[in-house]
């Protein structure tokens, strides 16, 4: 090796062992605080990214309306789980699957039901932070859902089960936590299946990364349905544009054909066609 390679080599050592040591010493990003102290979290956020269609990794496929074409596909999606795969039990993964078959049928989003945590949190619609010193307010744009977090209520219980939960926040460091319990058992994580039963909890977890960004974490607890506690996580953006709000997506009347289109009159529903007719040239397959 020549002294001008060896110096090279070198000098990008030591600028490599620079970079691991400043990235190692830099200080974790703190916040603007709110008027009590805690981290300021007000704002319109929203995900990106394909966890609505499936939490798991997932290619790209066809939707449901084939009217639609490229438009109404799925896109692919990388998984927002922890250790890649959610962990059910071998009876609750047959339901699962039952859900995927049948999902525009069972799915409780399609019918414009509240979509419960953490599913409302990665839709693909944003939502709004209203920070308070005792209470937070989260506002979504789907179906107009909303949900409180009390922070001066800890140990305290739900008075009734509800789609979007009870929800008991508190602070630890730059991180907002919230525990949610009282869900109605009908909420599913995505629109591929992915459900849970009335012993769900969840632990969310809102840590500032950035201005403009959120790291989003939440553990999910329901030993009638998983092995074990498993872990999504994510980023959330905030909405920068100028005038950012929320807008109304009351979604009753677009979903009054899926649950009661069957109620029309004159209502026919679709039936197969023979096999001879839907087969290439008649022929059997």
């Not at 009753?252 to 023979?274: I, M, N, S, T």
Request: proline share 11%; glycine share 8%; charged share 20%.
């Amino acid at each position: 090796m020549s002294n001008r390679t060896g110096t090279a080599t070198a000098a990008l050592a030591a600028a490599l062992l620079a970079a691991v040591a400043a990235a190692q010493s830099a200080k974790p990003y703190v916040a603007p605080r709110a008027p009590d102290g805690n981290p300021d979290l007000n704002g319109i956020w929203q995900a990106l990214g394909a966890a609505h269609w499936d939490l798991e990794d997932h290619a790209a496929r066809g939707g449901p309306v084939e009217a639609l074409g490229a438009l109404g596909a799925i896109p692919a999606g990388l998984s927002v789980v922890a250790d890649g795969k959610i962990p059910y039990l071998p009876q609750a993964k047959k339901k699962r699957a039952e859900n995927r078959e049948n999902w525009l049928k069972l799915d409780p989003a399609v019918k414009c039901y509240m979509p419960g945590i953490p599913r409302a949190t990665y839709m693909p619609f944003p939502f709004q932070i209203v920070q308070t010193p005792k209470k937070i307010l989260m506002a979504y744009e789907f179906a107009g859902a909303s949900r409180v977090i009390r922070l001066d209520r800890p140990g305290s219980q739900a008075p009734a089960t509800s789609w979007m939960g009870y929800s008991l926040g508190r602070w630890e460091g730059e991180t907002l936590v919230v525990d949610v319990s009282d869900q109605m058992p009908d909420t599913w994580f995505d629109s591929s299946g992915n459900f849970h039963s009335e012993e769900l909890r969840v632990e969310e977890r809102y840590t500032p990364t950035g201005p403009n960004s959120l790291l989003y974490e939440a553990v999910i607890t329901d030993p009638k349905v998983f092995s074990r506690p498993w872990k999504m996580a994510m980023p959330l953006y905030r909405r920068l544009e100028p005038n950012a709000q929320l807008l109304e997506f009351k979604c009753v009347p677009f979903a009054e054909g899926a649950v009661y289109g069957h109620l029309r009159r004159g209502y026919k529903p679709p039936q197969p066609q023979p096999e001879s007719e839907s087969s290439p040239q008649g022929a059997k397959p």
